[in-house]
């Protein structure tokens, strides 16, 4: 906590680009030596899709559920990444996601700049494809504009040709249309923003690249280029098909696969070039409970075919590289910059690393700038909700790192009995600490729940009488993303929960870590909890 007056003043005038420089103390892709090593984003930003405006790189990645979504990530070399934005404040339909929709919502969107203007298309599966345009990457972004609707839609990415045609070219999940493993292109109106006349399937992959989807779309030397993941989203490999004809018939290769590296199912990505030329291809990797995280590659053409990481076997199939020489983006050198991790919460607004379960509500938590604090109020538990899975006010953010360690100093101020204030690790199943009120005092307790998405109850043990409101909880995570809960009253001493906890993957993310404040009575003027700081440590 800072009461600097002169600080607060700063951050409030500055918030959006102090919330960017951040350099992780778990986790820093630049090697300092003009070298990077793979992961270059060690976080679940996943399906991203990333373009070059100028001297400046813009990455977004699918968000879901997680509200605010669609984050956008900035480079100005490809390898340091800072959070900057989000691009949706409100996921359409307002109210249906005003409820946790684990696993749906945003999937794999794609960016574009066109006409001095950037362009998000994303899929809701459930609903159709979204378009949602900006003059300004920090926004304001316009409202959603549904350009196509439909269930199963996925996956879009746009193509503005060089006779003026607009196309737009997408998936389909079986999920929810029925059928899968194809990739369809339709034409857009000029103005990009309604699907026009019928769709023609490009290319069925049922033969050779089963579950192929996430299609990018490019034109380069007369071919168009269909750029896509198949093979699933842990296994899978990159194809590429081809074709002087927008509509086809298209040749395909296969660039880009994990071979003898460790770096499973490389795929799912995009095609960017630097300001001298040079070719990089983003993609992810599927890695469990730590999420999609993204890997950079070099990239090549050869004999009018993108050539991805190295061919290791010398089977003309590249494979992920580890270690590289960063990209040539003039003669300039850029700090390092990571996803923002750790927050002070000294400033008007949390951090941009911070999602909620659902579209948020104003009253569940407040910068109070004057102390320094987050301020989460207890918030009355849906009469639906069975376990933290099914609640919209909790307050995540990723994994940043194999290992690392996070650790939050608060205070607890309830009311009544009932109010529950607790630091959690959640995914299909969850586990947390936690302080709640009863009617002899405020006691800690250790929770868990297995296969929480299936409805499993949550089991709790209880562990102390806390006297005082001032508490510290940490928890470690070791490789493997075991998780191990402890606290103190003092800052320096901490008691471990002496279970611990695997973390699982959340339904299409990687496990996430942060907050929940609730009650269980109806008041009309709850108790709350005030976070000071959490911070990502070794």
Same mark, same amino acid.
């Given at each position: 906590?800072?009461?600097?007056?002169?600080?607060?003043?700063?951050?409030?005038?500055?918030?959006?680009? *102090?919330?960017?420089?951040?350099?992780?103390?778990?986790?820093?892709?630049?090697?300092?030596?003009?070298?990077?090593?793979?992961?270059?984003?060690?976080?679940?930003?996943?399906?991203?899709?990333?373009?070059?405006?100028?001297?400046?790189?813009?990455?977004?990645?699918?968000?879901?559920? @997680? !509200?605010?979504?669609?984050?956008?990530?900035?480079?100005?070399?490809?390898?340091?990444?800072?959070?900057?934005?989000?691009?949706?404040?409100?996921?359409?339909?307002?109210?249906?996601?005003?409820?946790?929709?684990?696993?749906?919502?945003?999937?794999?969107?794609?960016?574009?700049?066109?006409?001095?203007e950037f362009y998000i298309y994303y899929p809701d599966p459930d609903f159709g494809i979204y378009l949602i345009k900006a003059k300004n990457i920090l926004g304001p972004w316009s409202?959603?504009?549904?350009?196509?609707?439909?269930?199963?839609?996925?996956?879009?990415?746009?193509?503005?040709?060089?006779?003026?045609?607009?196309?737009?070219?997408?998936?389909?999940?079986?999920?929810?249309?029925?059928?899968?493993?194809?990739?369809?292109?339709?034409?857009?109106?000029?103005?990009?923003?309604?699907?026009?006349?019928?769709?023609? *399937?490009?290319?069925?992959?049922?033969?050779?690249?089963?579950?192929?989807?996430?299609?990018?779309?490019?034109?380069?030397? $007369?071919?168009?280029?269909?750029?896509?993941?198949?093979?699933? +989203?842990?296994?899978?490999?990159?194809?590429?098909?081809?074709?002087?004809?927008?509509?086809?018939?298209?040749?395909?290769?296969?660039? *880009?696969?994990?071979?003898?590296?460790?770096?499973?199912?490389?795929?799912?990505?995009?095609?960017?070039?630097?300001?001298?030329?040079?070719?990089?291809?983003?993609?992810?990797?599927?890695?469990?409970?730590?999420?999609?995280?993204?890997?950079?590659?070099?990239?090549?053409?050869?004999?009018?075919?993108?050539?991805?990481?190295?061919?290791?076997?010398?089977?003309?199939?590249?494979?992920?590289? !580890?270690?590289?020489?960063?990209?040539?983006?003039?003669?300039?050198?850029?700090?390092?910059?990571?996803?923002?991790?750790?927050?002070?919460?000294?400033?008007?607004?949390?951090?941009?690393?911070?999602?909620?379960?659902?579209?948020?509500? #104003? @009253?569940?938590?407040?910068?109070?700038?004057?102390?320094?604090?987050?301020? !989460?109020?207890?918030?009355?538990?849906?009469?639906?909700?069975?376990?933290?899975?099914?609640?919209?006010?909790? #307050?995540?953010?990723?994994?940043?790192?194999?290992?690392?360690?996070?650790?939050?100093?608060?205070?607890?101020?309830?009311?009544? @009995?009932?109010?529950?204030?607790?630091?959690?690790? *959640?995914?299909?199943?969850?586990?947390?600490?936690?302080?709640?009120?009863?009617?002899? $005092?405020?006691?800690?307790?250790?929770?868990?729940?297995?296969?929480?998405?299936?409805?499993?109850?949550?089991?709790?043990?209880?562990?102390?009488?806390?006297?005082?409101?001032?508490?510290?909880?940490?928890?470690?995570?070791?490789?493997?993303?075991?998780?191990?809960?402890?606290?103190?009253?003092?800052?320096?001493?901490?008691?471990? +929960?002496?279970?611990?906890?695997?973390?699982?993957?959340?339904?299409?993310?990687?496990?996430?870590?942060?907050?929940?404040?609730?009650?269980?009575q109806v008041i009309n003027d709850a108790g709350f909890a005030e976070v000071d700081w959490f911070r990502v440590e070794q």
């Amino acid at each position: 906590m800072k009461n600097n007056v002169a600080a607060v003043i700063i951050t409030l005038l500055f918030a959006p680009w *102090l919330h960017a420089q951040t350099v992780s103390k778990v986790w820093v892709a630049d090697n300092g030596d003009g070298t990077y090593k793979n992961p270059v984003i060690n976080a679940d930003y996943s399906d991203p899709d990333a373009i070059r405006v100028g001297d400046d790189f813009y990455l977004v990645s699918s968000s879901f559920n @997680n !509200m605010p979504g669609l984050p956008i990530l900035h480079s100005k070399d490809l390898v340091n990444w800072s959070i900057i934005g989000h691009a949706l404040t409100l996921q359409p339909p307002a109210d249906h996601f005003s409820k946790v929709q684990h696993g749906n919502g945003v999937w794999a969107p794609s960016i574009r700049y066109h006409n001095n203007e950037f362009y998000i298309y994303y899929p809701d599966p459930d609903f159709g494809i979204y378009l949602i345009k900006a003059k300004n990457i920090l926004g304001p972004w316009s409202e959603p504009v549904m350009v196509q609707a439909g269930k199963g839609l996925i996956d879009p990415c746009p193509l503005w040709d060089t006779d003026g045609k607009v196309y737009l070219v997408h998936a389909l999940a079986g999920s929810r249309a029925g059928f899968k493993s194809v990739v369809l292109m339709k034409e857009l109106n000029a103005a990009g923003d309604k699907v026009i006349g019928d769709g023609v *399937l490009i290319y069925d992959g049922h033969e050779l690249d089963a579950t192929i989807e996430g299609p990018k779309i490019y034109k380069r030397n $007369g071919y168009y280029y269909v750029f896509a993941p198949a093979g699933g +989203v842990g296994t899978g490999w990159q194809t590429i098909l081809r074709s002087k004809n927008i509509y086809g018939p298209y040749e395909r290769k296969v660039v *880009l696969e994990q071979g003898t590296t460790t770096v499973n199912g490389p795929h799912q990505g995009a095609w960017v070039q630097t300001q001298t030329g040079e070719d990089w291809f983003l993609h992810f990797q599927d890695k469990d409970a730590y999420g999609r995280v993204v890997h950079l590659e070099p990239m090549k053409w050869v004999n009018d075919w993108p050539v991805m990481g190295e061919d290791n076997n010398a089977n003309g199939i590249g494979e992920p590289v !580890m270690t590289y020489k960063k990209p040539n983006v003039g003669n300039k050198k850029y700090p390092i910059a990571t996803p923002a991790e750790s927050d002070e919460f000294n400033g008007s607004k949390i951090g941009l690393q911070w999602q909620w379960q659902a579209n948020d509500k #104003l @009253n569940w938590a407040y910068c109070y700038t004057l102390k320094g604090v987050l301020r !989460m109020n207890s918030v009355l538990r849906p009469d639906s909700a069975k376990s933290l899975w099914d609640i919209p006010n909790v #307050l995540t953010q990723k994994f940043p790192a194999e290992e690392f360690t996070a650790t939050a100093k608060f205070t607890f101020n309830p009311k009544t @009995n009932g109010e529950k204030f607790g630091l959690a690790v *959640l995914g299909l199943s969850y586990a947390d600490i936690a302080v709640s009120k009863k009617a002899d $005092g405020i006691y800690l307790s250790y929770a868990k729940c297995i296969d929480a998405e299936h409805g499993k109850p949550e089991t709790e043990t209880e562990i102390t009488k806390i006297n005082g409101t001032e508490l510290y909880f940490r928890l470690k995570v070791t490789k493997g993303a075991i998780c191990t809960f402890s606290y103190s009253t003092d800052g320096k001493v901490f008691t471990d +929960v002496p279970e611990t906890f695997k973390a699982t993957p959340g339904k299409w993310i990687g496990a996430t870590m942060g907050f929940f404040c609730t009650r269980t009575q109806v008041i009309n003027d709850a108790g709350f909890a005030e976070v000071d700081w959490f911070r990502v440590e070794q």
